[in-house]
């Protein structure tokens, strides 16, 4: 198609005044600046296709500047000559980038990963994304995104304080861009280029309070027994302290995990701290067996009475198909006027730990009660029972030093 164009010049565009009414300036063969009564001038091009008038948009000026609407112009009349419409191209090729946006790729992301993962998981990736990454990135095209546009994302959260958040914030902007490469979405993964310990600053990691202080030690226990709370709320802190499980396990565990007669406790992987896909599996092999005192098998024989004609051995009094939630223990310390760096209910499994570790029992044994995964993969496959007289004998040690208090 041999064009009449080029009758516009830079200047005649740049010094073109608003009127009273929106006017044009043409460029020939389709093209021309649309001047509306605001002053802002549009690059818009007229062309027919299948027998209708149509009317494509191509940008403002000056971003869009006289040669490059030109330039769009001659591809726009390509499309035409061939039959394509360029109105239509240019919405395909707006939902195409659309679709390859940060926050539409992270939302697919999420999606898949919403039956792979645990509620509160999925929740806090999706919390974090959305409020410390969407506003920044979240419509920037994947392709094109580079590790200094990222990076303030990252820091914008460290300086609120939340080190941690950040860093977690990294971990899962790097998951969505693997995720992107798989399918096509990008080349590349500008979030494994970034250095976290030469932008953010460095945090001391803040341990579990562990009693070392017998006296304290000995306090928690009188308080405890003195505690004028739910009467399951009183033995879950008296379990707790004597069995070295982690509070969520111990506040999910049911009857039928419990064996007087074996004076056996068995945590099933669901309930344990695993990865998800095992949680589902939930096989034979990943259960974690704890021996039970004699003390433990007389507070669990008397917590019988009150729960054993439920599922739970620490319901909910909300719902009695829930259990005693997480909080519920922790406040009840803080009742009894202990502070939060002083006494957690996760931290009674170091200081059980400590105290064994004290009397000389073999770290192996304690890593093993205290359910947590031996990286050693020869020693890990050792089974459970290798370890358990040793377990059951230390156990009923650290019992018999909590009643001597």
């Known amino acids: 198609m041999k064009y009449r164009r080029n009758k516009l010049s830079p200047s005649t565009v740049k010094y073109a005044k608003a009127k009273d009414r929106k006017y044009k300036l043409s460029d020939g063969s389709g093209l021309y600046c649309e001047v509306l009564m605001t002053g802002t001038k549009v690059w818009r091009y007229n062309y027919r296709i299948n027998g209708k008038q149509k009317t494509l948009t191509i940008g403002k000026y000056p971003a869009t500047s006289l040669s490059e609407a030109r330039q769009q112009r001659n591809q726009a009349s390509e499309c035409v000559s061939k039959k394509i419409d360029p109105c239509q191209q240019k919405q395909i090729e707006k939902t195409r980038l659309s679709e390859n946006v940060f926050q539409a790729i992270a939302d697919r992301w999420l999606a898949e990963k919403k039956s792979q993962w645990v509620k509160i998981t999925h929740e806090r990736a999706t919390r974090h994304l959305t409020n410390d990454a969407y506003p920044w990135i979240g419509q920037r095209n994947m392709e094109t995104l580079t590790a200094l546009e990222i990076i303030p994302v990252i820091t914008r959260v460290a300086d ?4 941690y958040t950040a860093k977690y914030l990294k971990g899962i902007m790097q998951q969505v861009f693997d995720y992107a490469i798989v399918y096509g979405k990008s080349s590349r993964n500008p979030v494994r280029d970034i250095n976290l310990q030469l932008i953010l600053p460095p945090v001391i990691a803040k341990h579990y309070p562990i009693i070392k202080d017998p006296l304290i030690l000995k306090q928690l226990l009188i308080e405890t027994d003195r505690y004028r709370g739910r009467t399951i709320t009183q033995y879950a802190l008296k379990i707790a302290l004597r069995v070295m499980l982690r509070p969520g396990e111990l506040l999910a565990s049911e009857w039928s995990e419990i064996n007087i007669d074996h004076a056996t406790w068995t945590i099933p992987a669901k309930h344990r701290k695993l990865s998800t896909y095992l949680k589902k599996e939930n096989r034979p092999e990943d259960v974690h067996i ?46 009894m006027g202990f502070s939060q760096d ?30 947590h995964k031996d990286t050693n993969l020869i020693r890990a496959a050792y089974n459970h029972a290798d370890y358990m007289e040793e377990r059951k004998e230390m156990l009923q040690a650290w019992v018999d030093y909590l009643d001597i208090l």
């Open 342 to 371: 002083t006494i957690t209910t996760h931290g009674f499994r170091g200081t059980a730990s400590t105290f064994l570790n004290a009397k000389g029992y073999r770290s192996d044994a304690i890593e093993a009660q205290l359910g």
């Open 160 to 163: 609120r304080g939340k080190v």
């Open 290 to 335: 704890i021996p039970l005192s004699r003390q433990v098998i007389t507070l669990l024989k008397a917590l019988h009475t009150y729960t054993g004609q439920g599922t739970y051995l620490f319901p909910s009094t909300k719902k009695t198909a829930k259990t005693l939630h997480i909080s519920t223990l922790s406040v009840a310390l803080r009742t």
